[in-house]
């Protein structure tokens, strides 16, 4: 089976321009998260989505936003780039939100952006 | 607010030395501790979870414990060899799933 898919793998954007990121989930997952993970840090929670719904949002200005489609897809956008949006963007597929003690997270990838 | 840390920082052993990664958290609230491994521009792979009625899980080399009365977890990895170099990171999972992390342990191994 596949695992978490996030495309593109790079990106290079200038600052004020809008980027789109995806995300594919494991088959089966109904649950997408996003994460932020500046140069040398942990990362930091962005939005959970479950079943196209948003789930919950992390400390982000609204220049952030994200949505989960009827295939449980999920794009994360960000409008209006500044310096210190470049990152690492992960994406995390579960089987659903609910907290489940056994249950884990499985990661993508992820997208490095590079702001400009 | 839950406030994960990882000390050190970064690590430099021996091959063959054990390493011990510590990570403490200040809310015990919690479902479960997870430990990833995230190698350079990667993203992060699943070493262990820990529920939090569990005190220990162990895979392979692998083992980590949890003391969440006093909100502190250690993995271990036996006998260490260069391949074992990555950033080590743990993550606590409370309601809704959300995961908190820690900056993460930058470890070395020299042949």
């Known amino acids: 089976d596949a695992g978490v898919t996030q495309s593109p793998t790079h990106l290079i954007k200038t600052r004020g321009q809008h980027v789109t990121l995806r995300c594919s989930p494991i088959?089966?997952?109904?649950?997408v998260s996003w994460y932020q993970q500046v140069l040398g840090q942990g990362p930091q929670f962005i939005f959970q989505?479950?079943?196209?719904?948003?789930?919950g949002r992390g400390n982000f200005p609204d220049r952030f936003s994200a949505r989960q489609f009827p295939n449980y897809s999920s794009e994360l956008n960000v409008n209006a780039l500044l310096l210190g949006d470049s990152a690492l963007y992960l994406c995390?597929?579960?089987?659903?939100?609910?907290?489940?003690?056994?249950?884990?997270?499985?990661f993508g990838p992820g997208t490095r952006l590079l702001v400009l | 607010k839950q406030e994960v840390t990882q000390i050190p920082a970064a690590l430099s052993v021996p091959e063959g030395e054990n390493l011990v990664l510590n990570c403490s958290f200040t809310?015990?609230?919690?479902?479960?501790l997870q430990w990833f491994r995230q190698d350079p521009g990667k993203g992060l792979t699943s070493l262990l979870l820990?529920?939090?009625?569990?005190r220990e899980q162990t895979s392979g080399r692998l083992n980590a414990s949890l003391d969440k009365s006093s909100g502190r977890s250690t993995l271990y990895i036996a006998a260490s060899q260069p391949g074992d170099s990555a950033t080590y990171l743990c993550?606590?999972?409370?309601?809704?799933?959300?995961?908190?992390f820690g900056g993460g342990t930058r470890v070395l191994v020299k042949p």
């Open positions: 995390a597929s579960s089987l659903d939100p609910s907290g489940r003690a056994w249950e884990t997270q499985y």
């Open positions: 088959s089966g997952h109904k649950s």
């Open positions: 989505y479950y079943e196209k719904e948003e789930r």
């Open positions: 809310d015990s609230a919690i479902y479960n």
């Open positions: 820990i529920q939090s009625s569990q």
């Open positions: 993550a606590v999972s409370a309601a809704g799933n959300k995961l908190t």
